[in-house]
């Protein structure tokens, strides 16, 4: 299997990104953003509840992620490999994919970290934020769902690079463009790390 998890701040371009990994890879795409907004669409309980903390730009509980994910991994058991956007957000749950997908003898393959600066990430989402209304693309809540990564999320980057798995990866310039280099810096890791 090939694990990707796609990492990066808000308006960094996981979710632009992971639809055409998944069109070259046919990898199952796990977002953690769109199920929680699919619970919030169909007005679930748990739907209500993540809706208010999503709109302040905070994270969901890791148990209710992890939930979603174990169940996602379970469906897609003997599939290609996944896409994880958005997931994991804490070490903690990086803790726990990795006992999940140990559970099937899998592992997370790398971790590819678009980097792209506040003022780039704040444009596009308020761009987005005009465009298709997501209710936290706002300037108050751009700017906290971009504290919250640096402060909460950014350790999941040294849990990777212990492993050697963390490539950051230029997250400026076209769709296309940055398209390129994660796919060569995903030909270049397997090329490397296949089994002689
Ligand atoms: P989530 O849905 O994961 O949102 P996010 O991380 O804030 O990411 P975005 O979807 O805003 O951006 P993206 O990096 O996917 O970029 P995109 O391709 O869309 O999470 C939302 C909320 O859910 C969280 O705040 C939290 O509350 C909760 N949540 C989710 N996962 C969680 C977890 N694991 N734990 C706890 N809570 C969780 O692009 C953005 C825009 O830029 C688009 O308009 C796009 O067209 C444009 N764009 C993309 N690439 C380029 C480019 N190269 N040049 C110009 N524009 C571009």
Same mark, same amino acid.
């Given at each position: ?12 371009? $996981? ?25 919030? *669409? ?9 809706? $208010?903390?999503?709109? *302040? ?56 970290? @678009? ?6 990430? @704040? *444009? ?39 492993? #050697?798995? #963390? ?30």
């Amino acid at each position: 299997m090939l694990n990707i998890v796609l990492f990066g701040p808000p308006g960094s371009g $996981k979710g632009t990104q992971a639809e055409k990994l998944i069109e070259k890879y046919k990898l199952v795409h796990i977002s953690t953003g769109d199920l929680l907004r699919s619970e919030v *669409a169909e007005q679930t309980s748990l739907g209500m509840a993540a809706k $208010k903390i999503m709109d *302040a730009g905070e994270l969901v509980s890791d148990e209710i992620v992890i939930g979603m994910i174990k169940k996602k991994v379970e469906e897609h058991k003997e599939g290609p490999g996944f896409i994880f956007d958005g997931f994991p957000r804490t070490v903690e749950q990086a803790r726990e994919l990795r006992k999940v997908l140990t559970d099937y003898d899998e592992r997370v393959t790398m971790l590819i970290s @678009l980097q792209v600066p506040r003022e780039e990430l @704040l *444009a596009r989402l308020l761009k987005r934020g005009k465009e298709m209304g997501r209710s936290d693309d706002n300037e108050q809540t751009i700017n906290n769902r971009i504290d919250v990564y640096e402060r909460q999320t950014v350790p999941v980057t040294y849990y990777y690079e212990k492993m #050697h798995k #963390h490539i950051p990866v230029n997250g400026l310039g076209t769709v296309e463009e940055i398209f390129k280099r994660i796919v060569k810096e995903i030909e270049g890791f397997e090329k490397f790390h296949q089994p002689s």
